[in-house]
């Protein structure tokens, strides 16, 4: 069966095809009983607009790229953020009937590819999440002109709005949450330096330790579970005597905690773990994890009404989220 056509459906209302059109284009200059008219002809020959010749009219795709520079063994991985980032971002867009369109940029290639399907007009704005380094997304598509947000500040000097959380504020309160518990020789594992929220979840940290008589000891995970295990057992080597570890998120400190298990240190009675970012697994470790919750769903709703103010010429100024201590067991 051949597909109505917007002809059939413009003869069944008793209109114009150019009045069919502006009904079917979303136009407000229609009259609302000519515009029911058109609806009910819609409905009636079951006709589904053309997206195509509907962007060369309405210059929209309403579609929006959510480019995820990280390889899909990651994105697609245990660890929370993406999952909960992308299903937050996809639920606010759907509710204004617009499509996220998800792209992974993890090397030169993909990042050519993304970087010529969006020059292409296939999407109406970019929002960024989890970029590493000097990542050359933020300045091309910048240069592009198309509308983008980024999950977290750039580490690059580039003028895109962001979202972020409160990193070194939330690192300071774990930190000192540490201290005032009476714990003395107080490591880190730190997340990775080409991010942020690595550099800033590690100079909270320090921040804390400078304004005390406690000395640094750090080793540098990459934010996975099994780096937070290896870190651990290299905090242990250099520190035998060390009594807290602030992770720098709960995956690693789920890793952590697993090291000094196999150590035979006792949590929190040898030594005290708090990590960053109260994904659910951390109420199930063993014991629970003292950690600061991020609010990762609300960043990524806050993330896309960011896109949408760019849209409509509104605010654009960064917004940073705070985050929360949350005392369980382990410290």
Not at 69 to 88: N, W
Not at 122 to 145: E, N, T, Y
Not at 175 to 192: C, W
Request: no cysteine; glycine share 8%.
């Amino acid at each position: 069966m051949r597909r109505p056509t917007l002809e059939a459906v413009a003869a069944r209302a008793g209109v114009s095809r150019a009045t069919a059109s502006r009904v079917v284009n979303g136009q407000t200059t229609v009259a609302p009983h000519i515009r029911d008219a058109v609806q009910r002809a819609i409905d009636e020959l079951g006709y589904v607009p053309n997206s195509a010749a509907r962007s060369l009219v309405t210059q929209r795709t309403d579609s929006i790229a959510l480019v995820v520079s990280e390889p899909g063994t990651r994105v697609f991985s245990e660890d929370p953020l993406f999952s909960t980032a992308i299903r937050s971002a996809s639920v606010e867009l759907e509710a204004i009937n617009k499509q996220v369109v998800l792209m992974l940029a993890s090397s030169a290639k993909s990042h050519a590819r993304v970087e010529r399907y969006i020059a292409g007009g296939h999407v109406d704005g970019v929002m960024l999440l989890s970029m590493h380094g000097a990542d050359p997304l933020p300045s091309a598509l910048s240069r592009l002109r198309v509308p983008v947000v980024s999950y977290g500040r750039p580490a690059v000097p580039v003028d895109i709005p962001f979202v972020d959380n409160d990193n070194v504020g939330g690192a300071e309160a774990g930190v000192r949450h540490l201290v005032e518990t009476g714990r003395r020789r107080i490591a880190t594992i730190a997340g990775p330096q080409d991010m942020i929220a690595g550099q800033d979840r590690l100079a909270g940290y320090r921040n804390v330790l400078r304004d005390s008589d406690r000395r640094s000891i750090v080793a540098v995970g990459d934010f996975t579970r099994e780096s937070g295990a290896i870190a651990m057992r290299q905090l242990l080597g250099d520190d035998p005597a060390l009594d807290a570890v602030f992770v720098a998120n709960d995956l690693m400190a789920v890793g952590a905690l697993q090291s000094l298990r196999l150590a035979g240190r006792r949590v929190p009675g040898d030594v005290a773990v708090v990590g960053f970012d109260d994904i659910e697994a951390a109420k199930y470790t063993e014991p629970p994890l003292t950690t600061l919750r991020h609010p990762i769903a609300e960043q990524a709703a806050a993330m896309v009404r960011l896109l949408l103010n760019l849209f409509e010429g509104g605010p654009t100024d960064p917004i940073i989220l705070p985050t929360e201590l949350v005392v369980r067991e382990s410290a």
